[in-house]
Every structure is written in C-alpha cells, then in structure tokens.
C-alpha cells in the first residue's frame, strides 16, 4: 500500500522510524510530504493535484519526498495528515460547560484546523481513503490531571462522526501505549526527540530537553504500527 504522509514537524519522529521499519513491512511504501508548522497551510489545489503555494514549502516537501514537488492522488491508496492541530481534554480548572458544548469546541477546532484543511483539499480531488492524526499530546507532568468530563475515546468518537459526515475522512488515536491520563504522552517518548530533517542547518539536530511536544523515533515505530493495524483491519 502506498501511503502518503502529509504534515508538519511533528512528522519527524515517524520518517525516522520509518528509515528502520521499512524493510519489515514490505506491504507499506510511504512517501513524506512535510515542512516546519505554519508552512503546511501553503498547499492548494492545482490540476487535480496537491501542489505547493511558496517556494519554501516547495523546498520542503521535495526534500522530504525524495524530490517530488506535487502530491498526485494517482500515484497513492491511501493519505495521512499527520499533526497540525491538538486535541484537548479539559484540565481540572477549566469552565463548568456542558459537555454538548465541549464536544462542539472539539468538531470547531478540528474543522479550523491547518491538518483539516488540507484533508478537505485532497478531498476535493480524491475518493481515496483519508487519515487524519492529531498532534501528539504534550508529555506528561507530575501533578497535573485532566478534568474527568469525557474519555479520550469518545473524543476520538465526537470527531470522527464528524469527520466522516463531513469529508468521509478518518481520525486516529493516539496509540494507546504511548498516551496516560486520557491526555498526555509518557515522558520518555520526548527524550531523543530530533528536528524535522528539510535540509537546513538545524535539521535533524536535537530538540531542546524541555521540548514535551516532539517526540522520538520510539514513539513514531509505535505509531506506524498502529496505523498499520488499522489499514490492515480495513477501518
């Protein structure tokens, strides 16, 4: 299956699991279209492919993609857009809303999102499959816990109905192995964690110890597996 995987920095950790994952699953073939944060919002929509908006974000994708400039629908089974918008639970302080009005806030957030907008632009020249994972959760810290309102589940649940009513899209959830207290991810996938490698002079250096949002090469193997097992599954 050949996959194309579209996002932002936090792709990093993927791409370098992937470089030694590859040779074990021979079914997969996955290209990386990816650049630093903000950047990914230049892609649109041109004679039926995804192409780039700014030279930047045309320098990093075909460096990212071993020198593909466009992203062509025909050329792929499936796509995943990976990062680009973060998924919250309330924490213990937060307002007494209703959990309607929560579950709204999540479908708004994720419909606003750099990651939903390019999921909506390969929708319009694609039926192909679509998946849409969110940023990795921000490592855990000793004495903060969320506010109980909902589970990590049905959040994944809220959007997911929302998703597929509304671009037949799919989101995935975190590997469960990787994520504690329905919102954060265990601390020990942030350490190693390595810039995304788009061929400039910090590219593929170590992030800084107290970055809690990068994560590492471990923690993108466990990631790929999973996402593995849900193609695989067909769902």
């Known amino acids: 299956m050949k ?5 932002d920095s936090h792709t990093a950790s993927w791409k370098l699991a992937w470089t030694e994952m590859a040779c074990a699953h021979a079914d997969f073939d996955l290209t990386f279209f ?12 041109d004679d039926g492919k995804l192409v780039a908006g700014t030279e930047k974000l045309r320098q990093s994708i075909a460096y990212t993609s071993g020198g593909l400039e466009k992203i062509d629908p ?3 089974d499936a796509f995943v857009v990976c990062g680009l918008f973060v998924l919250r639970a309330w924490t213990d302080d937060a307002p007494e809303y ?26 319009q020249i694609t039926d192909k499959p679509i998946y849409i994972c969110h940023r990795p959760f921000a490592a855990a810290k000793e004495g903060k816990n ?20 509304d671009i037949g899209a799919t989101v995935v ?10 919102n954060y991810t265990l601390a020990e996938f942030t350490v190693g964690s390595r810039r995304l490698d788009v061929g400039s002079s910090i590219s593929g250096t ?11 090469a471990d923690f993108g193997a466990i990631a790929l597996e999973n996402l593995f097992g849900i193609l695989q599954a067909g769902k």
Do not use: C, W
Request: hydrophobic share 40%; aromatic share 8%; no cysteine.
């Open 74 to 76: 025909a050329q792929f």
């Open 98 to 123: 209703s959990l309607a009005v929560y579950q709204q806030t999540l479908m708004d957030t994720v419909a606003s999102s750099m990651n939903y907008g390019i999921a909506r632009k390969l929708r």
């Open 34 to 45: 990816a650049g630093p944060g903000q950047r990914t919002t230049d892609f649109k929509v």
């Open 173 to 182: 959830a975190q590997a469960a192995k990787t994520v504690v207290d329905e």
């Open 146 to 165: 969320i506010f109980k309102r909902d589970t990590y589940a049905q959040r994944i649940e809220v959007l997911n109905s929302f998703t597929q009513s």
């Open 206 to 216: 170590l992030h800084d110890s107290d970055d809690t949002t990068h994560m590492n």
């Open 3 to 7: 996959l194309a995987i579209i996002g």
